[in-house]
């Protein structure tokens, strides 16, 4: 079997490392521990494995802060941040993080469209600058296993907001497919494995991947 030649990375209808831009916003203490919509330990996990793949495959990343300079806040959790070093944050005091001029300008300044979107909490800090993303022409990609809300009605609902405006839900696992797309790819195949099996996947096992490297 041989693969097909790698589509143009950058006009590929899929996400790909060079079309695509992840954004994390509001990992704070306060906000990881109002959640109710999924297990905050998971949470975390996932979303620490997020920022992992997106070092792996080179994305660009958007980090955002709500009320830290302000005192009214604690910094992104330390879980979270040790997978960031050298990443900017973008302290705000708006909800929406699109009525921030700094957090908008970042992102424009990556020159991408597909925007990998992921914060807490989702019927608010999530979709509200999706929504805004979305009417300005960018494709929004909520992460639903690395975002949370105060209730599992109220996620599932932003959710459906989102994805009724236009917004293209995908799983962890399903974006790490989507990035990686051929196992010939090796300069990533081995940690795209590597953090497949630590976010919950098992098909390495077969490969003989140990999932405690």
């Not at 060079?18 to 919509?37: C, G, P, T």
């Not at 195949?189 to 996947?201: D, H, P, R, T, V």
Request: charged fraction near 25%; include cysteine.
């Amino acid at each position: 079997m041989s693969s097909l030649p790698i589509r143009d990375q950058k006009k590929d209808h899929l996400l790909t490392p060079e079309n695509s831009v992840l954004i994390i916003i509001d990992y704070q203490k306060v906000q990881v521990n109002s959640i109710a919509s999924m297990d905050r330990q998971l949470l975390v996990n996932n979303i620490a494995a997020l920022a992992k793949m997106a070092k792996v495959y080179n994305l660009p990343i958007i980090l955002s802060t709500v009320n830290v300079k302000t005192g009214f806040n604690s910094e992104t959790i330390p879980q979270l941040k040790k997978e960031l070093a050298g990443v900017p944050s973008y302290d705000r005091t708006t909800i929406n993080s699109w009525e921030d001029k700094e957090f908008v300008e970042a992102i424009k300044a990556t020159g991408r469209k597909k925007l990998i979107m992921t914060a807490l909490w989702t019927e608010a800090c999530l979709s509200f600058p999706a929504l805004d993303a979305l009417k300005e022409g960018y494709e929004v990609y909520p992460v639903v296993d690395a975002v949370g809300g105060t209730s599992l009605a109220g996620h599932d609902a932003a959710l459906r907001r989102i994805e009724q405006a236009g917004g293209q839900p995908v799983s962890l696992t399903q974006l790490f497919c989507e990035l990686q797309r051929d196992w010939n790819r090796s300069e990533t195949s081995q940690e795209f494995m590597k953090l497949f099996i630590k976010a919950g996947g098992t098909a390495g096992i077969q490969f003989g991947y140990d999932a405690t490297e």
